[in-house]
């Protein structure tokens, strides 16, 4: 059936290469970057300066010299660009765009946990406040974690947070017993095992791929695990045409662009009311908020001297690592 375009069909497109063209000429007045993450909707990941996982962005954000930078994704990102950036301006499209990571790991609940340990080296999961950071001796992304675990001499008791799902991967990873504090993703936690099984009866033929935030029961039974950008980098080496990915929806844009002649099937949730996992913070991100933040130069990311100055430490030492 032929798809005939009404009225509101145009008017919507031109809007949205309108608002696209505004987006581009005021970074370019301003000196601005916008920095973007892969789960962030497709509109916004085209329209990318630097398009990447956090370690990615956070690499990319310690040497831009651009007066303005925008961070499309979720505030803790937007923060560890301003730690590193502390003499620019950082911008985050919706100050809502949270993390239920980091919000899992409340700075003061944190700070009495860690006093039961005081020998301990402190690792934390990129995906947490700038209090947290401010509290480690180092931080790690999923793309890193091994590495960094790896440096820390073997005598060495280590706490690791906030992600206990993570956590529990790097110790059967690395043979480290760590202390974990008890975080979780919400968008990681909600594929469900019974239907990955009912999609490997219905695609026999695929390879499951899997973030390292998802359940156990999950990695488990996955042929490949890795962070967002292993995950990007495995399904163009491999010779496999079908994947069912288990990671947050907006993944599957990228990848389909460098592999339009694969097939790429979002794990499914628990949840019947949506067929794949995507993070509802994420999203709050529009092309117009992106204007908007552009234009007037707000919501703005500010963080006392003192945070920056102690979550800088660990976080240029994860940087060294990488």
Known sequence: MKHILKSEDISAN?????????????????????????YQDSSIQEIADYLGDSLY????????????IVLSGVHFMAETVKIINPEKKILLPDLKAGCSLADSCPPDLFKE????????????????????????????????AKAVIDSIPKDKQIIFAPDRNLGNYLIKE???????WDGSCVVHEAFSFDKVLDLFKKYPKAKFIAHPESKSLILDVANYVGSTSKLLE???????????????????????????DKLFIPAPVED?????SECSFMKLN????????????????????????????PLLKMLSIS
């Open 286 to 313: 529009t092309l117009e908020k992106l204007y908007l933040c552009l234009k007037y130069e707000k919501p703005e990311i500010t963080l006392t001297k003192e945070i920056i100055t102690k979550a800088k430490v």
């Open 14 to 38: 031109t809007k949205h290469f309108d608002v696209i063209k505004k987006i581009k000429q005021i970074k370019k007045e301003k000196n601005a970057s916008l920095l973007v993450h892969y």
């Open 113 to 144: 946990f860690i006093k039961k340990y005081p020998e301990a080296v402190i690792v934390s999961y990129i995906n947490c406040s700038a209090e947290i950071k401010a509290m480690s001796d180092i931080i790690c992304t999923s793309s890193n």
């Open 57 to 68: 962005l956070a690499k990319i954000a310690k040497n831009l010299d651009s007066d303005i």
């Open 272 to 276: 019947n009311s949506c067929a794949c």
């Open 234 to 260: 495995y399904v163009q080496k491999s010779p496999n045409k079908e994947f069912i990915v288990a990671t947050e929806a907006g993944i599957l844009h990228e990848m389909n662009k460098r592999c339009p």
């Open 174 to 180: 690395t043979e480290r017993n760590m202390i974990l």
